[in-house]
Protein backbone atom coordinates (compact mmCIF):
# COMPACT_ATOMS: atom_id res chain seq x y z
CA UNK A 1 0.00 0.00 0.00
CA UNK A 2 1.53 2.98 -0.79
CA UNK A 3 -0.10 6.54 -0.36
CA UNK A 4 2.10 8.34 -3.94
CA UNK A 5 4.33 6.65 -5.87
CA UNK A 6 7.17 6.00 -4.33
CA UNK A 7 6.37 6.18 0.03
CA UNK A 8 5.08 3.42 1.53
CA UNK A 9 1.92 3.61 4.34
CA UNK A 10 4.19 1.79 6.39
CA UNK A 11 7.72 0.91 7.50
CA UNK A 12 9.47 -1.66 5.59
CA UNK A 13 7.82 -4.96 6.93
CA UNK A 14 11.48 -6.44 7.02
CA UNK A 15 12.77 -3.70 9.66
CA UNK A 16 10.12 -1.73 11.02
CA UNK A 17 12.09 1.30 9.97
CA UNK A 18 9.98 4.59 8.73
CA UNK A 19 10.77 5.75 4.97
CA UNK A 20 7.86 7.95 5.42
CA UNK A 21 8.69 10.74 7.15
CA UNK A 22 5.65 12.26 7.74
CA UNK A 23 4.59 8.56 9.17
CA UNK A 24 4.86 8.03 13.03
CA UNK A 25 7.54 5.12 13.67
CA UNK A 26 6.26 2.10 14.34
CA UNK A 27 6.95 -0.31 17.55
CA UNK A 28 10.34 -1.45 16.76
CA UNK A 29 10.51 -5.57 16.22
CA UNK A 30 12.39 -7.39 18.69
CA UNK A 31 15.25 -7.97 16.53
CA UNK A 32 15.65 -4.35 16.40
CA UNK A 33 16.19 -3.85 20.23
CA UNK A 34 19.55 -4.28 22.14
CA UNK A 35 19.05 -7.30 23.75
CA UNK A 36 19.83 -7.40 27.96
CA UNK A 37 20.80 -10.52 29.77
CA UNK A 38 17.62 -13.38 29.68
CA UNK A 39 15.86 -14.45 32.82
CA UNK A 40 16.24 -18.22 32.79
CA UNK A 41 14.73 -21.20 34.70
CA UNK A 42 18.05 -21.24 36.31
CA UNK A 43 18.17 -17.38 37.30
CA UNK A 44 14.80 -17.62 38.82
CA UNK A 45 15.51 -20.42 41.17
CA UNK A 46 18.73 -18.68 42.30
CA UNK A 47 16.72 -16.07 43.65
CA UNK A 48 15.84 -18.32 46.42
CA UNK A 49 17.08 -16.82 49.98
CA UNK A 50 18.64 -13.75 48.42
CA UNK A 51 15.59 -11.66 49.32
CA UNK A 52 14.96 -9.88 45.65
CA UNK A 53 11.55 -10.73 44.80
CA UNK A 54 10.85 -12.76 41.23
CA UNK A 55 8.19 -10.33 39.56
CA UNK A 56 5.75 -11.79 37.47
CA UNK A 57 2.55 -10.72 35.72
CA UNK A 58 0.66 -12.49 33.06
CA UNK A 59 0.69 -10.88 29.30
CA UNK A 60 -1.08 -12.37 26.17
CA UNK A 61 -0.05 -10.52 23.08
CA UNK A 62 2.79 -8.14 22.06
CA UNK A 63 2.29 -4.63 23.35
CA UNK A 64 0.99 -5.72 27.03
CA UNK A 65 4.10 -8.42 27.19
CA UNK A 66 6.57 -5.35 25.19
CA UNK A 67 5.03 -2.74 28.71
CA UNK A 68 5.88 -5.80 31.42
CA UNK A 69 9.17 -6.31 29.92
CA UNK A 70 10.23 -2.56 29.77
CA UNK A 71 9.05 -2.51 33.58
CA UNK A 72 11.64 -4.58 34.51
CA UNK A 73 9.21 -7.54 35.15
CA UNK A 74 11.62 -11.43 35.26
CA UNK A 75 8.74 -13.37 34.55
CA UNK A 76 5.89 -13.46 32.05
CA UNK A 77 3.28 -15.80 32.24
CA UNK A 78 0.48 -16.57 29.38
CA UNK A 79 -1.43 -17.62 32.06
CA UNK A 80 -4.67 -19.56 31.17
CA UNK A 81 -6.58 -16.51 32.48
CA UNK A 82 -6.36 -14.92 29.07
CA UNK A 83 -9.55 -17.30 28.78
CA UNK A 84 -11.44 -14.60 31.37
CA UNK A 85 -10.11 -11.38 30.67
CA UNK A 86 -9.22 -11.41 26.95
CA UNK A 87 -12.10 -13.67 25.67
CA UNK A 88 -14.63 -13.57 27.74
CA UNK A 89 -15.09 -16.81 28.92
CA UNK A 90 -16.83 -17.55 32.63
CA UNK A 91 -14.12 -19.65 33.80
CA UNK A 92 -10.52 -20.63 32.42
CA UNK A 93 -11.67 -24.00 31.36
CA UNK A 94 -12.55 -23.27 27.46
CA UNK A 95 -8.99 -22.14 26.44
CA UNK A 96 -7.31 -24.07 24.23
CA UNK A 97 -3.82 -25.57 23.23
CA UNK A 98 -3.62 -23.42 19.68
CA UNK A 99 -4.82 -20.11 21.80
CA UNK A 100 -2.32 -20.34 24.44
CA UNK A 101 -0.06 -21.31 21.65
CA UNK A 102 -0.51 -18.18 19.46
CA UNK A 103 -0.58 -15.77 22.59
CA UNK A 104 3.01 -17.28 23.49
CA UNK A 105 4.39 -16.28 20.06
CA UNK A 106 3.05 -12.98 20.35
CA UNK A 107 4.23 -12.71 23.82
CA UNK A 108 8.22 -13.63 22.84
CA UNK A 109 8.24 -11.29 19.73
CA UNK A 110 7.87 -8.84 22.43
CA UNK A 111 9.85 -10.02 25.48
CA UNK A 112 13.74 -9.58 25.25
CA UNK A 113 14.25 -10.62 29.17
CA UNK A 114 11.67 -11.89 30.88
CA UNK A 115 11.28 -15.97 31.25
CA UNK A 116 7.86 -16.74 29.40
CA UNK A 117 5.85 -19.82 30.84
CA UNK A 118 3.03 -20.60 29.07
CA UNK A 119 0.20 -22.22 30.76
CA UNK A 120 -0.98 -25.66 30.08
CA UNK A 121 -4.59 -25.39 29.46
CA UNK A 122 -7.48 -27.68 30.78
CA UNK A 123 -7.14 -31.14 29.33
CA UNK A 124 -4.01 -30.87 27.69
CA UNK A 125 -2.62 -32.97 30.77
CA UNK A 126 -4.85 -34.97 32.10
CA UNK A 127 -5.10 -37.85 29.40
CA UNK A 128 -2.32 -39.51 29.10
CA UNK A 129 1.56 -39.16 29.61
CA UNK A 130 2.37 -39.23 26.03
CA UNK A 131 -0.56 -37.07 25.01
CA UNK A 132 1.09 -34.12 28.28
CA UNK A 133 4.80 -34.24 26.55
CA UNK A 134 3.40 -33.78 22.96
CA UNK A 135 1.50 -30.51 24.00
CA UNK A 136 3.96 -29.35 26.45
CA UNK A 137 6.52 -29.69 23.30
CA UNK A 138 3.90 -27.77 21.47
CA UNK A 139 4.41 -24.66 23.95
CA UNK A 140 7.63 -24.98 23.66
CA UNK A 141 8.63 -25.72 19.95
CA UNK A 142 6.03 -23.90 18.37
CA UNK A 143 5.12 -20.77 21.11
CA UNK A 144 8.65 -20.51 22.19
CA UNK A 145 7.57 -21.15 25.72
CA UNK A 146 10.89 -22.02 28.06
CA UNK A 147 8.98 -23.43 30.47
CA UNK A 148 5.37 -24.46 31.02
CA UNK A 149 3.07 -24.35 34.12
CA UNK A 150 0.60 -26.93 35.10
CA UNK A 151 -2.08 -26.62 38.07
CA UNK A 152 -2.18 -29.56 40.78
CA UNK A 153 -0.44 -31.00 43.93
CA UNK A 154 1.35 -34.29 44.59
CA UNK A 155 -1.27 -36.33 42.06
CA UNK A 156 0.32 -34.39 39.30
CA UNK A 157 3.97 -34.69 40.55
CA UNK A 158 4.87 -38.15 38.26
CA UNK A 159 3.41 -34.93 35.42
CA UNK A 160 5.95 -32.89 36.49
CA UNK A 161 8.91 -35.49 36.57
CA UNK A 162 7.96 -36.58 32.94
CA UNK A 163 8.22 -32.92 31.59
CA UNK A 164 11.24 -32.02 33.35
CA UNK A 165 12.69 -35.41 32.28
CA UNK A 166 11.79 -34.20 28.78
CA UNK A 167 13.91 -30.96 29.45
CA UNK A 168 10.39 -28.89 29.67
CA UNK A 169 11.10 -26.53 33.07
CA UNK A 170 7.88 -26.77 34.80
CA UNK A 171 5.81 -24.54 37.07
CA UNK A 172 3.61 -25.91 39.99
CA UNK A 173 0.68 -24.60 40.81
CA UNK A 174 -1.26 -25.28 44.34
CA UNK A 175 -3.79 -23.93 46.57
CA UNK A 176 -6.78 -22.14 44.47
CA UNK A 177 -6.70 -24.05 41.33
CA UNK A 178 -9.06 -22.15 38.94
CA UNK A 179 -8.92 -25.23 35.99
CA UNK A 180 -10.80 -26.74 39.13
CA UNK A 181 -13.64 -25.02 39.26
CA UNK A 182 -16.17 -27.54 38.85
CA UNK A 183 -14.82 -30.02 40.98
CA UNK A 184 -13.95 -27.77 44.07
CA UNK A 185 -17.61 -25.82 43.51
CA UNK A 186 -15.83 -22.67 43.19
CA UNK A 187 -13.04 -20.78 43.47
CA UNK A 188 -12.03 -21.34 47.35
CA UNK A 189 -9.36 -20.17 49.68
CA UNK A 190 -7.04 -23.24 50.40
CA UNK A 191 -5.18 -23.66 53.71
CA UNK A 192 -7.60 -22.59 56.01
CA UNK A 193 -7.26 -25.18 58.50
CA UNK A 194 -4.08 -27.12 59.61
CA UNK A 195 -5.38 -30.24 57.99
CA UNK A 196 -5.82 -28.39 54.88
CA UNK A 197 -2.61 -26.27 55.25
CA UNK A 198 -0.35 -29.46 55.46
CA UNK A 199 -1.86 -30.89 52.50
CA UNK A 200 -0.91 -28.01 50.58
CA UNK A 201 2.70 -27.91 52.35
CA UNK A 202 2.96 -31.92 50.92
CA UNK A 203 1.80 -30.96 47.60
CA UNK A 204 3.75 -28.17 47.38
CA UNK A 205 6.99 -30.70 48.58
CA UNK A 206 5.64 -33.36 46.13
CA UNK A 207 6.37 -30.82 43.02
CA UNK A 208 9.64 -30.00 44.42
CA UNK A 209 10.77 -33.40 44.66
CA UNK A 210 9.36 -33.66 41.42
CA UNK A 211 11.35 -31.07 40.19
CA UNK A 212 9.54 -28.37 39.57
CA UNK A 213 11.73 -25.01 39.22
CA UNK A 214 8.78 -22.57 40.96
CA UNK A 215 5.63 -22.84 42.49
CA UNK A 216 2.56 -20.55 42.25
CA UNK A 217 0.62 -20.44 45.67
CA UNK A 218 -2.89 -18.92 44.93
CA UNK A 219 -5.48 -18.08 47.25
CA UNK A 220 -3.72 -19.39 50.39
CA UNK A 221 -3.74 -17.31 54.06
CA UNK A 222 -0.61 -15.22 53.84
CA UNK A 223 1.01 -17.11 57.34
CA UNK A 224 0.72 -20.62 55.48
CA UNK A 225 1.96 -19.65 52.36
CA UNK A 226 5.02 -17.82 53.79
CA UNK A 227 5.89 -21.01 56.16
CA UNK A 228 5.57 -22.92 52.83
CA UNK A 229 7.87 -20.71 51.46
CA UNK A 230 10.10 -20.88 54.12
CA UNK A 231 10.10 -25.09 53.93
CA UNK A 232 10.97 -25.21 50.02
CA UNK A 233 14.23 -24.81 48.29
CA UNK A 234 12.45 -23.27 45.22
CA UNK A 235 11.15 -20.04 45.13
CA UNK A 236 7.55 -19.54 45.71
CA UNK A 237 5.14 -16.62 43.74
CA UNK A 238 2.22 -15.59 45.39
CA UNK A 239 -1.07 -14.78 44.16
CA UNK A 240 -3.42 -13.98 46.93
CA UNK A 241 -1.26 -15.37 49.68
CA UNK A 242 0.79 -12.72 50.97
CA UNK A 243 3.87 -10.70 51.27
CA UNK A 244 5.84 -13.44 52.31
CA UNK A 245 6.52 -15.80 48.80
CA UNK A 246 9.49 -15.18 46.94
CA UNK A 247 7.95 -13.73 44.27
CA UNK A 248 4.66 -12.15 43.20
CA UNK A 249 2.11 -12.79 39.82
CA UNK A 250 -1.27 -10.87 39.27
CA UNK A 251 -3.09 -11.01 36.05
CA UNK A 252 -1.98 -7.77 33.77
CA UNK A 253 -5.53 -6.68 32.91
CA UNK A 254 -6.23 -6.77 36.69
CA UNK A 255 -3.60 -4.52 37.78
CA UNK A 256 -3.81 -2.00 34.75
CA UNK A 257 -7.82 -1.67 35.41
CA UNK A 258 -8.70 -3.25 32.22
CA UNK A 259 -10.64 -6.25 33.18
CA UNK A 260 -14.02 -5.21 32.69
CA UNK A 261 -16.12 -6.40 36.27
CA UNK A 262 -15.23 -6.73 40.08
CA UNK A 263 -11.46 -7.85 41.03
CA UNK A 264 -10.67 -10.57 43.93
CA UNK A 265 -9.44 -9.13 46.68
CA UNK A 266 -5.98 -9.84 46.72
CA UNK A 267 -6.04 -7.61 43.45
CA UNK A 268 -4.42 -3.95 43.23
CA UNK A 269 -5.59 -1.35 40.54
CA UNK A 270 -2.65 0.89 39.44
CA UNK A 271 -4.60 2.47 37.43
CA UNK A 272 -8.01 2.47 35.46
CA UNK A 273 -7.14 2.36 31.81
CA UNK A 274 -10.64 1.02 30.85
CA UNK A 275 -11.47 4.52 31.69
CA UNK A 276 -8.94 6.27 29.43
CA UNK A 277 -10.36 4.11 26.82
CA UNK A 278 -13.83 4.77 27.48
CA UNK A 279 -12.39 8.51 27.21
CA UNK A 280 -10.61 8.36 24.38
CA UNK A 281 -13.27 6.76 22.29
CA UNK A 282 -15.98 9.44 23.60
CA UNK A 283 -14.03 12.24 22.21
CA UNK A 284 -13.35 10.05 18.66
CA UNK A 285 -17.13 9.94 18.67
CA UNK A 286 -17.35 13.39 18.91
CA UNK A 287 -15.09 14.58 16.74
CA UNK A 288 -16.18 12.71 14.08
CA UNK A 289 -19.58 13.43 14.70
CA UNK A 290 -18.05 16.89 14.64
CA UNK A 291 -16.38 16.71 11.56
CA UNK A 292 -13.22 17.34 13.49
CA UNK A 293 -11.78 14.26 12.66
CA UNK A 294 -10.04 13.69 10.58
CA UNK A 295 -8.28 17.21 10.44
CA UNK A 296 -5.96 18.75 7.79
CA UNK A 297 -3.32 16.67 9.74
CA UNK A 298 -4.67 13.53 8.62
CA UNK A 299 -4.71 13.19 4.67
CA UNK A 300 -2.59 13.34 2.28
CA UNK A 301 -1.51 15.29 -0.53
CA UNK A 302 -1.85 14.97 -3.95
CA UNK A 303 1.22 14.68 -6.02
CA UNK A 304 -0.24 17.32 -8.83
CA UNK A 305 -2.99 19.98 -8.63
CA UNK A 306 -6.39 18.23 -8.87
CA UNK A 307 -8.96 20.15 -11.12
CA UNK A 308 -12.66 20.27 -9.70
CA UNK A 309 -13.87 18.35 -12.82
CA UNK A 310 -11.03 15.38 -12.49
CA UNK A 311 -14.11 12.78 -12.58
CA UNK A 312 -16.43 14.72 -15.26
CA UNK A 313 -15.56 12.41 -18.46
CA UNK A 314 -15.80 9.08 -16.57
O1 LIG B 1 -3.64 -17.96 34.36
C1 LIG B 1 -3.20 -17.23 35.26
O2 LIG B 1 -3.27 -16.01 35.20
C2 LIG B 1 -2.62 -17.86 36.43
C3 LIG B 1 -2.24 -16.96 37.55
C4 LIG B 1 -3.46 -16.72 38.34
C5 LIG B 1 -1.14 -17.53 38.36
O3 LIG B 1 -2.49 -19.04 36.47
New binding site residues.
Partial sequence: MSTSDDQPVYGSPETGAPENPDVPKPIPSALERPVPAKVTVPGIMARKGTGRKVLCL?AYDYPTARLVDEAGFDLI?V???MANVVLGHAS?LKISLDQIISATRAVKRAADRPLVVA?MPFGTYHVSTQETVVNALRLVREGGAQAV?IEGGAARAYIVETLVEADIPVMG?VGLLPQAINSAGGYRVQGKTVESARRLLEDALALEEAGAFAI?L?GVPAAVAARITARLRIPTIG?GAGGGCDGQ?L?FHDVVGLSLGPSPKFVKRYAEVADVMRQALAELREDIHAGQFPGEEHVYPAKEDIPSDWDAEL
Avoid: R, Y
Fill in positions: TLGDSTDKHVEIVV
